[in-house]
Nanobody, 120 residues
Framework: QVQVVESGGGLVQPGGSLRLSCAAS????????MTWYRQAPGKAREMIAS???????NYADSVKGRFIISRDNAKNAMYLQMNSLKPEDTAIYSC??????????????WGQGTQVTVSS
């Protein structure tokens, strides 16, 4: 059974920084994609950034240039360095792991989310 756990959320002032972590455990196939999403109250869930085990990364325009995604394949971990935070970045941030089995069957796993609040 794969488990995904986020950590690192909290309260930060506008302009500040925060680093989120996502740790995956269990049987994880080497070809996988890990993605950060966020959802603010009353808004749809938004893809923030993704990273493939092969090295490719992708960012939403809303965070490009401010957030940096990284991963440690050996630890099955992913990180999100968030800089120049704005009040509109306030949301619950969740981690998603996607991989395919050797038979090509897709699986996805979600963490429980971590709250990020940007406020003075």
């Amino acid at each position: 059974q794969v488990q995904v756990v986020e950590s690192g959320g909290g309260l930060v002032q506008p302009g500040g920084s925060l680093r989120l972590s996502c740790a995956a455990s269990g049987t994880i196939f080497s070809d996988n994609t890990m993605t950060w999403y966020r959802q603010a109250p009353g808004k749809a869930r938004e893809m923030i950034a993704s990273t493939h085990s092969g090295g490719l990364t992708n960012y939403a325009d809303s965070v490009k240039g401010r957030f940096i995604i990284s991963r440690d394949n050996a630890k099955n971990a992913m990180y999100l360095q968030m800089n120049s935070l704005k009040p509109e970045d306030t949301a619950i941030y969740s981690c998603r792991l996607y991989h395919r089995s050797t038979r090509g069957i897709p699986y996805e796993y979600w963490g429980q989310g971590t709250q990020v609040t940007v406020s003075s």
